[in-house]
């Protein structure tokens, strides 16, 4: 009986120290081999986890919002505004974050609950609000100045640009040669005279009709050659100003308030009973804008007020919302179309197609280009 005790304790001994020797690296992990430099590396821990993405955080800042009804005239209290945290990114660029300019002042026009309260909604008094300007002088920035040229469907991107935009102009500009002490058009016209020596000693001098056209020596002898139609001019086309802001499309209400101005609702029409056979009175027509005013550089306003003056067609580009960049492009001319894009002249050849081609479209109401004298 002693010796099989001795041989199970022997067993559980032996069971003990296997285990030991398989679990031990497990239980106690041997430090990791020391590096190059002699530091200590550290096991790093393997896991199978996605790691979860962190979110870009948006950016804020603090505004003062109404948080009631405050009508033109009102001054404002304290319980009428508080701070509230407003996206960066869209928050007004005059905008109020202190109190304490607003508490106490007069709101200059009505400001509705929840909207941001800008500097040129209030005044410090009554009598301010008879001279306070005109909302286009308030939101301008202090380096711009306001310039309105004329727009139309094509060169205001079919109405797309609105109020706050950021525009370029693209100028067109036709060129013709001129002689340059009369600054007329090219060719000058030439008068012939001759003089006659009388027999009493007068003289008599003889002008013949105008000739347009320039002497010229030919195989047959002197000529005067004479064009067979009016100089063509030369189209050129280049982005002149570049991130000009829109400070509002159309004409402005005659008092000078847009902004924050709630817009007038179209009213309920009254369902009159017609006359059998009679034509309903159509609704009337909303314009289109036919104005845009842009804030410019001073010297740039000086550019566009030459334009207008010389009535030269001017487009605009508009922009991202996010571009404020300035990139220099280059003048557009038939030589530069050509080139680019490489188009040749057709070369003649001894046939032809029939009907002949003699004109083509354009894009401006279905115009033609037609082309005279060839019949």
Do not use: C
Not at 225 to 246: N, Y
């Amino acid at each position: 009986m002693r010796g099989r005790a001795l041989i199970l304790v022997g067993l559980v001994v032996l069971v003990i120290v296997v285990a030991v020797v398989v679990l031990a690296p497990t239980l106690f992990p041997s430090a990791p081999p020391p590096a190059a430099d002699g530091t200590v590396q550290q096991p790093i821990a393997q896991s199978n986890e996605t790691p979860i993405p962190t979110a870009t955080p948006i950016p804020f800042v603090e505004l003062v919002i109404a948080v009631q009804e405050l009508p033109r005239g009102f001054r404002i209290p304290p319980n009428a505004v508080e701070l509230r945290p407003w996206p960066e990114i869209s928050a007004p660029f005059n905008g109020i974050t202190n109190l304490e300019d607003v508490v106490g002042r007069v709101a200059r026009t009505d400001i509705f609950r929840e909207q941001p309260i800008l500097s040129n909604m209030i005044v410090d008094d009554l009598t301010d609000l008879a001279r306070v300007g005109s909302d286009a002088a308030a939101i301008l920035p202090s380096s711009l100045v306001a310039v309105a040229i004329p727009v139309d469907r094509i060169t205001s991107i079919a109405y797309a640009i609105q109020d706050g935009d950021r525009v370029d102009v693209i100028l067109s500009m036709l060129f013709v040669d001129v002689d340059e002490s009369f600054q007329s058009i090219s060719p000058n016209m030439i008068n012939l005279f001759s003089i006659t020596e009388e027999e009493g000693g007068g003289t008599t001098i003889e002008i013949e009709a105008p000739i347009t056209g320039r002497p010229d020596s030919t195989s047959l002898g002197p000529a005067i050659i004479s064009p067979s139609e009016g100089q063509r001019p030369r189209l050129v086309t280049q982005r002149t100003i570049q991130d000009a802001f829109i400070v509002h499309v159309g004409n402005f209400p005659l008092d000078g308030r847009y902004i924050g101005v709630p817009p007038t609702p179209t009213p309920v029409p009254v369902e009159q009973e017609t006359e059998e056979g009679s034509t309903p009175i159509p609704p009337t027509p909303i314009p289109y804008p036919d104005i845009v005013t842009l804030g410019v550089t001073p010297q740039d306003a000086v550019v566009l007020t030459w334009i207008v003056e010389a009535r030269l067609p001017v487009t605009l580009a508009l922009r991202s919302a996010t571009d404020t960049s300035r990139v220099p492009t280059e003048a557009v001319t038939m030589d530069y179309i050509m080139s680019t894009f490489g188009i040749e002249v057709p070369a003649k050849r001894e046939f032809a197609i029939e009907p002949a081609v003699r004109s083509i479209r354009q894009l401006l109401g279905g115009e033609r280009i037609e082309l005279t004298g060839l019949e």
